[in-house]
């Protein structure tokens, strides 16, 4: 049995969602055609709106309908002096959130991969060094994933940096709050043992 | 920090689809924007074209883009005389899948449900009625969900076939192929004792 076209394509036009394989994208298209008509004709215009409006901050690459983004126009912000480099918006959001921090972000929108041809220029590093050629930055700091491309992304960044005499921090790696040491891998482990703080008593 | 609007809309949107929630949402948004805009833009487009021509079948209630669908326009399986009653779409194409089944089927679109103010007319059974008068129907299977509500709708629906003098078969539930005896469930495992049928060798 076919399914009639409009449904055959919705189904496969909801793949490109990550994480919806075939069984959930038919269960999708089912749903929004029996139960959520206008829920579905909401999120189709939201689509098309935020395809449509949404580009990027030109001062820290993040997803923005402004030319500058709300953190990137806030002064105090830029008047810190405090530089973070994260990945993706989703970073930011997350940084965002634990409310630690009142630098600005520079957003690489991924990591260097020289076998996918993601190289420096890819990833806004030539921008970010103008950005530290021109802006009074005092430090970087760099929250790269732990991952083996986070990591040698981080580096590189690290050199720039260094050329421009600019002090450059990395994120802590540990053992996660409220985990349990029996659960933690050796990788995080082996990180939570090289970089222990000593215990201050007054 | 407050996302930009259109994203902030899309986010609220995606969640109209089944089993997303706040998190996968936002990474599905944020996935669109960062890497999928042209599948974004498409999935936009079929939702729209889906949700604009996609009715309901007239003859068996099933959705499709035709006013008759193509199972119910197939007049080899409208000569079988077999009517199989299902609660959605998504069940035809189940049945459809198996190859088991070459008669005609009625698309409950849901099932009795009286606290929640579904009726026999909202499952379209005035409709199942008139077919069951007007029809050459020899058969009906009644293969609603093995729930409460869907064992109530079979119970029903038995009910106006048998008034119509119509022969009504239930498909059989029992323990899934290829499962284990040992997790099956007490219901399940009593549906098989009761339902067991005789070895004949020759």
């Known amino acids: ?22 069984k959930s994208a038919q269960r999708m298209a089912f749903q929004i055609l029996e139960r ?11 689509l098309t709106t935020a395809i449509e409006k949404v580009g990027h901050c030109e001062v820290c690459r993040t997803l923005t309908e402004q030319s500058v983004c709300e ?31 009142q630098g600005c972000y520079f957003v690489l929108m991924g990591h260097l991969s020289p076998l996918d041809g993601i190289g420096p220029d890819a990833i806004g590093l030539d921008k ?20 083996i491309e986070g990591e040698a992304t981080a580096h590189y960044i690290a050199e720039i940096a260094r050329q421009q005499g600019i002090a450059t921090s990395r994120i802590a790696h540990g053992v996660p709050v409220g985990g349990e040491l029996e659960y933690v891998d050796q990788a995080t482990l082996g990180h939570a043992f090289s970089g222990r703080k000593r215990v201050e008593l007054d």
């Open 1 to 22: 049995m076919r399914l009639s076209p409009a449904i055959t394509e919705l189904i496969r036009a909801l793949r490109i969602l990550p994480g919806v394989g075939p």
């Open 71 to 101: 953190l990137c126009a806030d002064e105090q912000r830029r008047d810190s002096g405090l530089l973070c480099i994260v990945e993706t918006p989703a970073d930011v959001l997350a940084i965002e959130q634990t409310g630690q921090f």
């Open 128 to 147: 970010l060094a103008e950005r530290l050629a021109s802006e009074a930055i005092t430090e970087i700091i760099l929250a790269t994933n732990p991952t």
């Open 36 to 46: 959520q008509r206008e829920g579905g004709a909401e999120l189709a215009h939201a």
